[in-house]
Every structure is written in C-alpha cells, then in structure tokens.
C-alpha cells in the first residue's frame, strides 16, 4: 500500500480522503444511507459483465495510432497522435469508480442520462446497466469512433453526438435524470457547465463529476460548488463528486467511503 501511495500524484489528498471518510452508519440521511448500503452494493448480472471485460480487453489491446483532437479547455483544438490502448490506460475510467457508474445507473434507473465526454465508451457502457437513453458526446470524432467500434449491443438506446460541449448544451433543450461530466479537467469550465445545465437537469438530477482531485484548479471548483446554495447534497468519493439540488431536504454533504480506490488509480 506504502508503493502504492508514493506512486499517487496526489497522496496527501487520498490520505486526507480516507481520515474524514465515514461508513455506512454514520450517515443520518436515508438517502446517503441507501446509496452506501444499497446502491454501492448492486451486483451486475453476468451478461453485462461479459460484455464490459470484452470491451475493455479489447481497447487495452488496441495499439492502433490516430490523431486525436483535444479541444481541452475554452474548445481550443490540438491534435496529437495517439494510441488507443495509451488513451484507455490514461483517460478511461476504470475499476471501483467504472463499477460504481454501473451502480447508480442500475439502482436509480434514470431514464434519462447525459455524458460530457465519451472517450473509448468504457464510462457509456457503464451508464447503460439501468437501461435508460444515453446521450454521449465528444468533440473528438476520431476518439468517438473507436468507441463505436468497441461498444457492446445493448438493449438500451445509445446516442452519440460529435460536438463541443458548450454548443451542445446550448442547443438542447432535453432534461436529464442523470449528467456525468468527464472532460476538460478545468474548474472554470466545470462550473460553467454546470450553471449552462441548469436548464436541462430537475430537483432530483444526479450531477456525477469527474476527476475533482486531478489538479488544484478542480479541487478549488469542487470545493465552491458544493458551497453553492443551489445544491442541498453533496458526496465526495475521491475520484468522483456527486451533487443534487434536492430543495427540499437540509444542505448537507458526506466524504464516502470506497474500498479499491489505489487499485483503481494504479
């Protein structure tokens, strides 16, 4: 575990996740309470398994090179060659938070869902267990078509969409029971979406961003959005924040517990 720590850019930030992180039992919310116990304890069934290992072996295998479009922060493009099992390794979510994306998506059931930011479709496939419409989209048509090729039939309808984040919102006008943001890794973009999806999300929208920790600029974001007034509950699951207006119930917010999160970062 020591190794495994020197290894982590951001030790000191696991480190004091896991001294404030709390159990089961010291949550007072039912809903939190339900989500610790309940919804982080779905099982997959065996077939959507199958599919999601198929898929990830197949994109770690992939040494193919392209020249993948990185529209980064502000929609400003570069290009740079890429391989496709780099891209996976690197960019792609993976154990416990992968597991944990297929949890909510099966216990909750929205039947609605919105990714900002396909990559490889790993997160997409995961999004997929509760059964319900995913709309995913991505700048990058080059990204977007290995996951095409890699996506597993599902019984769910997949949409993606090939577009910069910000014109997109701005088009739709759909209202989405769950939105997971992943892309950009800029706090200033990642609180400009959020406010621009207002119009698309309800009181019990489930708001999944990713990568709060990946520098001091995201963690400085995540700490002024669940200051905001607008969001009544908050969780912090280290690689993941999850915010939801839910008005009706007393602002709070928990740091919870995950078991493998140093296997799933490595």
């Known amino acids: 575990m020591l190794l495994c720590l020197l290894q982590m850019k951001n030790a000191y930030e696991y480190i004091k996740y896991l001294l404030i992180s709390q159990g089961r039992h010291a949550f007072h919310s039912p809903f939190v309470y339900d989500f610790k116990d309940k919804c982080l304890k779905m099982k997959m069934d065996f077939a959507f398994l199958e599919k999601q290992e198929k898929q ?3 994109l770690k295998k992939d040494d193919s090179v392209f020249e993948m479009k990185d529209f980064g922060a ?3 493009k570069m290009e740079r060659r890429r391989q496709v099992n780099e ?3 690197n960019a792609a979510t993976k154990g416990v938070f992968l597991e944990v994306l297929s949890q909510i998506s099966l216990f909750y059931k ?3 869902i919105l990714e900002l930011g396909t990559s490889l479709g790993v997160g997409t496939f995961a999004l997929t267990s509760g059964g319900g419409l995913v709309v995913t989209v991505d700048a990058c048509d080059k990204t977007q078509a290995f996951a095409r090729k890699y996506f597993p039939l599902v019984s769910s309808e997949v949409r993606f969409v090939n577009d910069t984040f910000d014109h997109f919102i701005s088009r739709d006008s759909s209202v989405y029971d769950l939105i997971f ?7 200033t973009s990642l609180k400009r979406y959020l406010k621009q999806l207002q119009k698309n999300s309800h009181e019990e929208t489930i708001f999944i961003l ?3 920790r990946w520098n001091r600029d995201m963690l400085r974001a995540w700490t002024e959005i669940i200051e905001d007034r607008d969001y009544h509950l908050s969780m912090d699951l280290f690689k993941f ?3 939801m207006k839910r008005p009706h119930q007393q602002k709070q917010h928990f740091v919870v517990r995950l078991n493998g999160i140093l296997r799933s970062l490595l």
């Open 56 to 58: 990830l072996y197949s």
């Open 74 to 76: 502000g929609s400003r």
């Open 87 to 89: 891209v996976f390794k």
């Open 110 to 112: 929205p039947e609605k």
């Open 181 to 187: 943001i992943d892309g950009h890794h800029d706090g």
């Open 210 to 212: 990713d990568d709060i």
């Open 241 to 243: 924040g999850i915010v």
